[in-house]
C-alpha cells in the first residue's frame, strides 16, 4: 500500500515534474516526449482537441500506461504506479467529463469521498464554497445541470485534500457567472499554500486569468511556456498553436454540398478550395449562457476539404489521363489517407499519379465515421480488423485510431496488384500508415510524406525500406510550397511504380540466367567494422554480404529477412543492441532479438561484439543513474557507456537462454582480447573483468551439445585471426549447402 507522502519537500523541489515522456496508442504516438515543471501555485495548459493534453493526465494519474520517460512528484517517481497508489500519494483528478454517479445524492458523494475527518476540505467547507450544491445536497447526480455537477466532480476531487490538484476542462459547460467564481476560488487555494493544481483547459480567457504563465501542447509536445498576457494579446499566436483557422486537426466533413443554380439558370462552379464553415453555438446553450463572442465562433469553425482534382501550373490535369478507380487486382498504387481532414491534398497526389499513366486507388482510414469519397471506405477497411470493426465504432478517439491502424496493417498485405503505396499527413497519419508500410515486402515503393519526417524516424520506418518525405508545411491546403513537395513525392510513385510493373511483366528470357550467389546477413558496429569488412572479404568470392548496422532497426531489418526466407545465412558479429535494450540506451533490440534464428532454424555464427558500450545522446542525457560511470564522447552528439561485470553477466544469461532455444547449429565465437576497438588494451573500455564475466555468463547459461558450440578465441575481435575463426565456423556449417547448389540444388 502506498502511503501518503510525509516529509515536506526540500527547497526547490518541483510539485510536479514531467521529463521525456512518451504514451502510444498502438502505434499512434500521443504524448512524445513532453517536459513540464510545477513549482507551485497554477499552471495551465491549452492546446486544440487531439493533442495529447488529457492523455497527459491520465498519464501522470496511472490510468494509461507510459512508454517512457519520468513522472515526479515532489522528487518521487509515480510513472508505472497504479492509480490508487498515486491517489493515496496526494494527487488528485478533476476528469474531463465527470464521471459522477446518476443514483447518489450530492451529499452522498461528499460524504463517501471524505477519507477521514482531518484535512482543510470537509463537506461543510464545500457547501461554502459552492452555496448552489448545498441547496441541491439531496438531489441525485442525474438530477443535477452541467454546471452543478461540475461543481461536483471538483468538491470530490478536493475531498481528498490533495497536495496536486489536476483538473481536465474543469469549465467545461459552467455559465460564465460560475466560470469566474471557480477561477477565483481555485486561485485563492493556490495563494494559500493549500494546493497547486494543473489545469487543462480550452479557453484561452481562463486559462490566462488563473496562471502566469500558460504551457501550450501541439502535437503531443509541450511547444512553449509563453506569459499569459503575450498569449491573451497575440491573436497570431493563438492562430498558430491554437487552432484558430485552418489548421490539420480541424474536422472535416469531406463530402460536396449540392449546388445551387443561380438566376441565369447556370450552374456555378465548385469552390476550388478549402471551405470555412461556422457554428453560431459552439457550445449546448444552457440556461445561464451568454452571446458568444465572434472570435470564439471562428476559433471553433472547421474546415471542409473537397474532392479537387491536381493542376499543374494552376491548370486542372485533363481529365482524359485519368484512369477510372482499379480494382483490387489490376496493377495500381494505393494512395491512403484521412480523407476527412487530407482529402484535397490525397486527390492531388492520386490525380497526378493517375497523370503519369499509373492507376490509383483512393484509401480512406478516417475514423470520425464519415465517407469522403474514397474508392476505399473506412468501413471496409473496418471489416479487416481481427477482432471486428467495434472497436473502430467506439467512440473513442485513441481507441479508434490504434483499431483503424490495427485494420489496416492486416488489410493491406492482402490487396493484390499493389505497385506500391504513399500517403501524406502529420504525426497521426504517419502513425497509422507506416505499420502496414512496414508489413509490405522489401522493395515494393513506399513513400510517406510527413510532418515527421525531419525527427526521428525509426518508429515509422522500423526495418522496412520505407521512404519519408519531409513535408516542409503543414499538410493542410494546396500551396506554392506544398504543390511542389507533394508533386515530386506523387511523380517519384508513379515513377516507382512504373518500374516495378515493367520489372514484373519482363519476359523471363530477358532476365538473368547465371546463378546468383547466396546472402548472407551481417551485423555492424562502428567499433566492429575491422572484423566485419575482413570477413566479407574472405566469404565475397562465393557469398554476397548484407551488412546492417547494428542501431535497433539494423537488427530487425536483417531478422525481417531471415524471417521472408531472402536470408539464409548470418554471422551476428555485433548483438551490441542488446546493451541499449537492457540498460535503457537509444539503439535498442527487441525482446524478439534472435528470433527470426529461432523460427526458421537458420545456422547461427555469432559473437559479443560491443557489448562493452551503451548509446545516448550528448552528454547531458544520459540519466541521472549513470552520471559517474565511464563515459566516453563518440561526438558532440552521441555519449557511450562502458557495461559493467554486472550488466555484462546479466547480458551473457540473457543471450545463452536465446541461444539454448535455436535448434539449427550454433556457433558463438567470445574474443577473449577485447569485444571493441575501444576494449583494446590502452583504450578507455579496456575492463578485462567485464569481459570475463560476460563469457562466465554465457559458459553457465549455454547448454552445449555437439549442435551447439560456445568456442574461445585469444584474440581481439577486430584481430584477423578472430575473423578467419567466423569464417572457418560459418564455412563449416554451410559446407552441405554449397554442396547442394553445386548440384544445381536451391541454396
Known amino acids: 500500500m502506498a502511503e501518503r507522502l510525509k516529509a515536506p519537500p526540500g527547497v526547490g523541489v518541483p510539485i510536479l515534474q514531467i521529463a521525456g515522456l512518451n504514451v502510444f496508442y498502438g502505434r499512434s504516438h500521443a504524448l512524445q516526449g513532453v517536459d513540464l515543471t510545477l513549482q507551485s501555485g497554477v499552471l495551465s495548459v491549452v492546446g486544440r482537441n487531439g493533442m495529447g493534453k488529457t492523455t497527459m493526465c491520465k498519464a501522470i494519474m496511472g490510468l494509461v500506461p507510459v512508454s517512457s520517460g519520468s513522472i515526479r512528484f515532489f522528487g518521487e517517481e509515480i510513472a508505472g504506479r497504479s492509480p490508487a497508489e498515486i491517489a493515496r500519494l496526494g494527487i488528485g483528478y478533476v476528469p474531463q467529463g465527470r464521471r459522477l454517479w446518476r443514483s447518489l445524492t450530492v451529499d452522498e458523494h461528499l460524504r463517501l469521498m471524505q477519507r477521514s475527518k482531518r484535512g482543510a476540505w470537509t463537506p461543510e467547507r464545500i457547501y461554502e464554497a459552492f452555496p ?5 445536497r439531496n438531489n441525485g447526480g442525474a438530477q443535477l445541470s452541467g454546471g452543478e455537477q461540475q461543481m461536483l466532480a471538483i468538491s470530490r476531487a478536493l475531498l481528498m485534500n490533495p497536495r496536486l490538484l489536476i483538473m481536465d476542462e474543469p469549465t467545461e459547460g459552467l455559465a460564465p457567472v460560475i466560470v469566474a467564481h471557480v477561477e477565483e476560488m481555485l486561485v485563492r487555494l493556490a495563494d494559500q499554500g493549500d494546493v497547486a493544481i494543473l489545469v487543462i ?13 500558460v504551457a501550450i501542447m501541439v502535437n503531443g509536445r509541450i511547444n512553449r511556456i509563453i506569459a499569459s498576457a503575450t498569449l491573451a494579446g497575440d491573436r497570431d ?8 483557422g485552418r489548421h490539420s486537426h480541424d474536422e472535416t466533413d469531406g463530402a460536396p454540398e449540392p449546388a445551387e443554380t443561380s438566376e441565369s439558370g447556370t450552374v456555378p462552379a465548385p469552390p476550388s478550395g478549402p471551405m470555412r464553415v461556422y457554428n453560431a453555438n459552439p457550445v449546448m446553450p444552457t440556461r445561464w449562457s451568454q452571446p458568444v463572442p465572434a472570435a470564439r465562433i471562428e476559433a471553433q469553425a472547421r474546415t471542409i476539404s473537397r474532392p479537387t482534382l491536381a493542376t499543374r501550373d494552376g491548370a486542372r490535369v485533363a481529365d482524359g489521363r485519368r484512369h477510372a478507380p482499379s480494382g483490387s487486382g489490376e496493377p495500381h498504387v494505393v494512395v491512403v489517407g484521412t480523407l476527412d481532414t487530407k482529402g484535397e491534398e490525397l486527390r492531388f497526389i492520386r490525380d497526378l499519379v493517375q497523370a503519369d499513366g499509373v492507376r490509383a486507388r483512393l484509401v480512406d482510414i478516417s475514423t470520425s465515421g464519415r465517407s469522403a469519397g474514397g474508392d476505399v471506405t473506412p468501413q471496409e477497411i473496418a471489416l479487416a480488423h481481427p477482432r471486428g470493426s467495434t472497436g473502430i465504432a467506439s467512440g473513442d478517439r485513441g481507441a479508434a485510431v490504434a483499431a483503424m491502424t490495427e485494420a489496416f496493417k492486416a488489410w493491406l498485405p492482402r490487396q493484390q496488384g499493389v505497385l506500391g503505396v504513399i500517403s501524406a499527413g502529420g504525426s497521426g497519419a504517419t502513425a497509422m500508415v507506416t505499420p502496414a508500410m512496414q508489413a509490405l515486402p522489401i522493395g515494393l515503393p513506399k513513400l510517406m510524406i510527413s510532418t515527421m519526417a525531419s525527427g526521428d524516424v525509426a518508429a515509422y520506418v522500423g526495418a522496412a525500406d520505407i521512404t519519408m518525405m519531409p513535408a516542409v508545411t503543414d499538410v493542410q491546403g494546396i500551396n506554392r510550397v506544398s504543390r511542389l513537395v507533394l508533386g515530386n513525392g506523387a511523380r517519384a510513385m508513379a515513377a516507382m511504380a512504373k518500374a516495378r510493373l515493367a520489372e514484373l511483366t519482363r519476359p523471363a528470357t530477358t532476365r538473368r540466367t547465371e546463378p546468383e550467389k547466396p546472402l548472407v546477413g551481417l551485423t555492424m558496429f562502428g567499433v566492429t567494422t575491422p572484423c566485419v569488412q575482413q570477413v566479407s572479404r574472405l566469404l ?10 547494428a542501431t535497433g532497426t539494423g537488427g530487425r531489418a536483417l531478422e525481417k529477412l531471415v524471417d521472408s526466407g531472402l ?9 551490441t543492441e542488446i546493451c541499449d535494450m537492457m540498460m535503457g540506451g537509444f539503439l535498442p533490440a527487441t525482446e524478439d532479438r534472435f528470433g527470426a534464428i529461432i523460427r526458421t532454424r537458420i545456422p547461427n555464427v555469432g559473437s559479443v561484439g560491443a557489448l562493452d558500450m551503451v548509446n545516448f545522446f550528448a552528454p547531458e542525457t544520459v540519466p541521472e543513474r549513470y552520471r559517474g560511470r565511464n563515459l566516453y564522447p563518440h561526438n558532440p552528439q552521441i555519449t557511450l557507456m562502458r557495461t559493467t561485470a554486472d550488466e555484462n553477466a546479466r547480458m551473457g544469461r540473457w543471450i545463452g537462454e536465446r541461444l539454448n532455444l535455436m535448434e539449427g547449429p550454433v556457433r558463438f565465437l567470445l574474443p577473449e582480447r577485447g569485444v571493441s576497438a575501444l576494449d583494446a588494451p590502452g583504450q578507455p ?17 549455454v547448454r552445449q551439445t555437439p549442435t551447439r558450440r560456445l568456442i574461445r578465441c585469444p ?9 578467419a575463426a567466423l569464417v572457418q565456423q560459418f564455412r563449416t556449417l554451410h559446407a552441405g549447402r554449397r554442396r547442394e547448389r553445386a548440384n544445381g540444388g536451391r541454396a
Open 567 to 575: 536470408v539464409g545465412a548470418i554471422i551476428d558479429v555485433s548483438t
Open 685 to 701: 573500455f579496456h575492463d578485462p573483468a567485464a569481459d570475463a564475466a560476460l563469457f562466465q555468463a554465457l559458459e553457465q547459461t
Open 201 to 213: 483547459e480550452q479557453n484561452i480567457g481562463v486559462a490566462t486569468e488563473m496562471s502566469d504563465p
Open 132 to 136: 448552489r450544491l448545498a441547496e441541491r
Open 237 to 244: 499566436l493563438q492562430q498558430r498553436l491554437l487552432g484558430v
Open 540 to 549: 565475397e568470392a562465393d557469398w554476397e554480404p548484407l551488412v546492417f548496422h
Open 715 to 723: 584474440h581481439h575481435i577486430n584481430d584477423p585471426a578472430f575473423a
